[in-house]
């Protein structure tokens, strides 16, 4: 008779807190259960040294998520709970699609997504086929009348070529499959998209389940039904997922989780991504000659970084949260920076084989989406766009994409305010011509058309009445509206109240145009945008091969210094901790606090923006002593300078800015000089507002809010909620709730404009005060 013995020491205390006993999988006896089991009698006793006892389970899945050293973990799963959302796996992509669903069902609904899903693969398989048929199918001598033959078996003279029709153009489908078959290209090609699609189609179904999953599991886990879910925000799903995480282990390396870790677990490569881009790392600055310096990043390269660093095969990362041990130490750093190299001139070769077929798919897919919306709207292609750079220089650490989204979409009237006020005063004279003579010609023929309709019938009118309309709408865009006041500077202040950041030299040189071109940068055409993705599959293969491999070394160095473990998440970006003594930047409100060097400092005061985004967006989350020194500063700074501003009331009814800022319409304010100015205000009105009063501005309002509506320097364990129907009383939460579910029901009533937009005033406030050197200690 063989026995098997297990001895377990567990400590029931009310943290879980972790000693070193801990590595060899027990905990200190304060409970003690001994426990000998026979395999052959099945029988169990044990003897236990306190009034009461737990029921424990040994938790043997641990392949995924756990480090090593952890595989003996002993948790507590309370009876009633033991479910599948116990201990998940990879709790990554499992917040990562909790926080999608979320978001996308405020929009969507859950119905959208998955049809969305569907006609993904629907849309490739009528891109490939109707491009096959329109290359082997058709006889465009026909079609064209080039030629008097038809299929039908009928005979044309000369002078019915008129009366061709499309099924006389197209080939039997007998014909039409000889062609293919005759065609060895053509038939590679289909292959490979077959491979692409099934491809395709498995990681659609994987998506639909997991989704399915998700759904499930805020209906059972979370208490929420679908279709209350849209009036939940974000913050209030994540306060029920804290608190569920008390009674039931998801994660299972800690027995508390915060926000913070939530967040990191959602962006752990996207903090790194942000910080690269930060730093200047990644190389997304080109210098061609006649054009100067342009940012290219598209959606192709930026899969082609995240491929070499975090997810593809030989990627520094040796699992989805951990950092591969080697690139933790400096001994080997040259070898590291050398096999790195290789894995990118890989990269850029098989970028540089598929380029063809990459190119092709490009051309023909943006075709097939942008022909008919050009044809509809002309002047869509004049529209702007947040860049994919924009979005990864303007994104503070910590970010979820709906915040991003939101702050970005409040600041893309202003934006485009700014960029409308430059106007090229020869580009207006040729247009305002170009437009007289088009018109005069699109008239006449619009007047002769409607005399006699057989002028249609006339060769090729049709096609000249649509160019003069594409043109007329085109040099529209270049006629400036002449009720617009120049005022730039008032302009990029409207602008940076919402996208936080801009570069140093941009200070009081709003009106020049090379601080235009940098902006254009950030907020492109979308003309310009389908460009650079068109170019995408040729220049990709040269930045990997010719800028990125010469980072190498600078890579591995980055990752080595700002990487971080935190217990129960994994290695992390060490920007993401929002450290201001490791990361703090001196001139951004922080001297004093930061020990920061030249190269760990994070630029443009990312560290300290990102701190109080983070803490405005989730006023539970207690930061650690520093940072919340940081926060208790500047809400002194606010009360000081609030002393010698104007009043609240005078601002909300005067400042365009504070107008642009704590209104719902703030495009429309923001340059509204007269609109809103009280009696006696107009001639202070018309001048544009400086930086200090801006600061002043934002720090009286600031100043006029409740206490519970600015960050608090400090947190007890008693703010956070046990209970699930507890609803959330932060103004913070409201303001998600006002931006994203404008069109929705909401479960509470909507705050004042004034409560709407605190995290942009602090952001303001804090930015303002940096550009004027007020908070700046010499």
């Known amino acids: 008779m063989k026995a098997f013995q297990r001895l377990a020491c567990l400590e029931r205390e009310e943290e879980f807190t972790r000693l070193p006993a801990a590595r060899a999988g027990c905990y200190a006896p304060h409970v003690r259960i001994w426990e000998i089991a026979s395999a052959e009698h099945k029988v169990t006793s044990r003897v236990v040294y306190f009034e009461a006892y737990q029921e424990y389970q040994r938790i043997d899945d641990y392949e995924e998520d756990s480090p090593p050293g952890e595989e003996d973990l002993l948790i507590h799963v309370p009876e009633g709970l033991r479910d599948s959302w116990h201990h998940i796996k990879n709790l990554d992509n499992f917040f990562t699609r909790i926080s999608f669903l979320i978001t996308n069902l405020l929009l969507n609904g859950f119905a959208c997504m998955m049809l969305s899903e569907f006609f993904e693969l629907v849309q490739f398989l009528f891109v490939v086929t109707f491009t096959t048929f329109l290359f082997n199918c058709v006889e465009y001598d026909v079609l064209f009348a080039n030629r008097a033959v038809n299929h039908t078996g009928q005979s044309l003279n000369l002078l019915d070529r008129s009366k061709v029709t499309l099924p006389d153009a197209i080939l039997p489908s007998q014909q039409c ?359 995408s599959p040729i220049v990709t293969p040269f930045i990997l091969i010719f800028l990125l491999r010469n980072k190498s070394l600078e890579i591995i160095d980055f990752f080595r210094n700002f990487t971080v473990e935190v217990v129960g998440v994994g290695d992390i970006c060490s920007f993401a901790q929002m450290d201001i003594r490791r990361h703090g930047n001196p001139q951004w409100m922080s001297e004093g606090q930061t020990e920061a060097s030249v190269y760990q400092q994070a630029e443009n005061g990312k560290t300290e923006l990102s701190l109080m985004h983070f803490t405005l967006k989730n006023p539970r989350w207690q930061p650690p002593q520093d940072s919340s020194f940081f926060i208790s500063h500047v809400r002194e700074k606010v009360q000081q300078d609030a002393q010698g501003g104007p009043s609240p009331q005078l601002l909300l009814s005067e400042a365009p800015l504070c107008t642009s800022l704590l209104s719902n319409e703030s495009a429309t304010t923001a340059v509204s000089y007269t609109g809103r100015a009280a009696p006696g205000a107009a001639a202070r009105s018309r001048h544009c507002a400086s930086s200090s009063s801006v600061t002043s501005a934002a720090a009286s309002v600031l100043a006029s809010l409740p206490s519970s509506q600015q960050p608090h320097a400090g947190r007890t364990s008693h703010h956070h909620h046990h209970h699930y129907h507890h609803h959330l009383e932060s103004a913070t939460y409201h303001s998600e709730r006002a931006v994203a579910n404008r069109c929705l029901p909401a479960v509470h009533p909507k705050p004042p404009d004034n409560m709407d937009h605190t995290h942009i005033l602090y952001a303001v406030y804090i930015i303002f005060r940096y550009y004027t050197k007020i908070g700046r200690e010499k």
């Open 177 to 535: 499959m000889e062609r293919i078959q005759g065609n060895s290209w053509i038939i590679f090609l289909l292959i490979m998209a077959a491979i692409f699609w099934i491809y395709r189609l498995g990681k659609v179904i994987c998506n639909v389940l997991s989704y399915w999953e998700i759904r499930q599991f805020y209906i059972k886990a979370l208490k929420i039904r679908m279709d209350e879910l849209c009036n939940f925000s974000w913050q209030e799903v994540q306060v029920r997922l804290i608190s569920l995480q008390r009674e039931q282990q998801m994660c299972i390396h800690k027995k508390e989780l915060t926000e913070l870790d939530i967040y990191h677990r959602i962006l752990r490569f996207k903090n790194y991504t942000v910080a690269m881009i930060n730093k200047s790392l990644l190389p997304v600055r080109l210098h061609l000659p006649f054009l100067g310096d342009v940012v290219f990043l598209t959606q192709g390269l930026k899969y082609n970084f995240e491929l070499i660093l975090f997810w593809g095969p030989g990627s520094l990362f040796q699992n989805k949260w951990n950092l591969h041990p080697k690139y933790k130490r400096a001994g080997n750093r040259l070898e590291l920076a050398r096999q790195l190299s290789r894995i990118i001139l890989l990269a850029g070769v098989a970028n540089l084989l598929l380029c063809p077929f990459v190119l092709v798919w490009q051309v023909l897919y943006a075709f097939f989406s942008y022909a008919e919306v050009i044809k509809r709207e002309p002047g869509s292609l004049g529209a702007r766009r947040w860049s994919l750079y924009g979005r990864l220089y303007l994104r503070h650490f910590n970010e979820l994409d709906h915040e991003l989204q939101g702050r970005l979409g409040r600041g893309y009237k202003p934006a485009a305010r700014y960029m409308n006020a430059f106007v090229s005063p020869l580009l207006a004279v040729l247009a305002r011509n170009v437009a007289f003579f088009s018109g005069s010609i699109l008239a006449v023929l619009i007047a002769l058309t409607v005399y006699d309709e057989d002028v249609l019938t006339v060769q090729h009118i049709l096609t000249a009445i649509t160019v003069l309309g594409v043109v007329i709408t085109i040099t529209r865009s270049f006629i400036p509206d002449e009720h617009m006041v120049w005022c730039p500077e008032q302009l990029l202040q409207c602008v940076l109240a919402h996208i936080h950041y801009m570069p140093d030299h941009w200070k009081g040189s709003a009106h020049k145009s090379e601080t235009r071109d940098e902006m254009a940068q950030l907020f492109q055409y979308k003309a310009v945008f389908i460009l650079e993705e068109l170019l």
